[in-house]
DNA sequence: CGACCTGTTGATTCTGCTCAATCAACGTGG
DNA sequence: CCACGTTGATTGAGCAGAATCAACAGGTCG
């Protein structure tokens, strides 16, 4: 939303930026710039580098052959992304909000293997935690572990910022926009959330939320 | 079933059985026979070695504070399993039918990192494939897939057999075991399938099965 | 201002969960 | 050998929750 429209550029190159530490082994690169909604890398690319978020938002994404997407995950700063099995990526990487990405480059004449197990390892552990989110059947206890989840990763503060839109939660926890609204209204008549705005929700009950994901 | 009451005994060390290939820079070590529903690692255990399952099948579960249990994948012949980003445990693994498992030791003076992430790398690849499963809405669709999946992996074989129970199967694919048993009559109305035995799922119709994974 | 996009809300439908009964297979003990 | 209990699977009835379809509100941009 703000991000978006403050960065109206093209997709531009920034030298200097250094938000996150460079993992052990692997070489600065200059971060690229991907305005909102753009591809960073499609299905069907040849897998090769990683890549690290600087700032903003990415989505990694599949869909199946009856066009249904499911989002296996938003990164934020420090995030790596672009692991694959294959040579070829089986999912595709988008910027949500405007996001700058380092490309990791492994540095030479070192094996840097053990650093990127590590994030893999990592990445999975996360995502495994995803597949308990989807299993679970409550779109209320989806929706409240998602803020939870979001609102440990933004250090506990009381106003989380939601950076993705309805449709893009909606299909990361695996149910419609429509339901993506309801379950909102639920906690806030609940009591449990305000809506200071669209994309910034105040946590008022911290205790009854950590209730719910049990 | 079968393989249950044929292998009575208690867990035993069989020496000098070797279905699969050791993995590059591993060091092979005895089979260790688990009898069905058997522990072999708890959640909070300190994570560590890698094991490999020589025969049988092997689920990798978690519970949710509510008591809910998740599958989060099943493994047989070849499958490598253990991998944790911390130092302990956050899933447990049990054999399911009775299962033959193997500690792979890092040869000494070798580093195996290469291997080991990408055994870790077809994991994940999985389990992202299992969330786009479970993002999926359909009961059906989900055991078409997940018959088809288990065919692949049985070698296209017209019969698939389910080392399994429905309790698993539902726990893997988030839905009762109730449903489990629905969807199955599903396919056998659609006359897709036949039920050759409680856990001898016959494919009539391959094509049908496919296309209704999509 | 009007077009458009995102989000919210309402009405209705339908899928899958819950509760419950029944059945088949198996083991045990009289 | 048969009555009984146990366990896993199937099936049915009723209901709750989420999807679908549709209308509408608010904001942004041309």
Redesign the interface.
């Known amino acids: 939303m703000h991000i978006q429209s403050t960065f109206r550029a093209e997709r531009t190159t920034v030298e200097g930026t250094r938000v996150s530490a460079m993992p052990a082994g692997m070489q600065p690169a200059p971060v690229t710039f991907y305005p909102a909604d753009e591809l960073i890398y499609a299905q069907g690319d040849t897998a090769g580098p990683l890549y690290m978020v600087e700032f903003g938002t990415v989505r990694i994404c599949?869909v199946?052959?009856?066009g249904?997407r499911?989002i296996?995950g938003f990164l934020t700063a420090g995030d790596v992304f672009g692991?694959?099995?294959?040579g070829q990526h089986?999912?595709f990487a988008e910027s949500v909000d405007g996001a700058g990405v380092r490309v990791l480059r492994p540095a030479t004449g070192q094996e840097p293997?053990?650093t990127?197990?590590?994030m893999?390892?990592?990445?999975?552990?996360r995502?495994?935690q995803?597949?308990?989110l989807?299993?679970?059947?409550s779109a209320n206890v989806k929706m409240a572990s998602f803020l939870f989840d979001l609102s440990e990763q933004q250090g506990d503060r009381r106003v989380v910022h939601l950076a993705m839109q309805r449709n893009d939660i909606a299909?990361y926890l695996?149910m419609t926009f429509e339901t993506v609204s309801r379950t909102l209204r639920f906690l806030k008549d609940e009591g449990i959330v305000r809506l200071k705005t669209i994309s910034a929700i105040e946590i008022l009950d911290r205790r009854a939320l950590e209730l719910m994901?049990?």
């Open positions: 599949r199946s052959a009856d249904r499911q296996t692991f694959e099995a294959a089986d999912s293997t053990a990127i197990l590590q893999a390892l990592r990445c999975l552990a995502t495994q995803q597949l308990m989807l299993g679970c059947r299909d695996g994901c049990e």
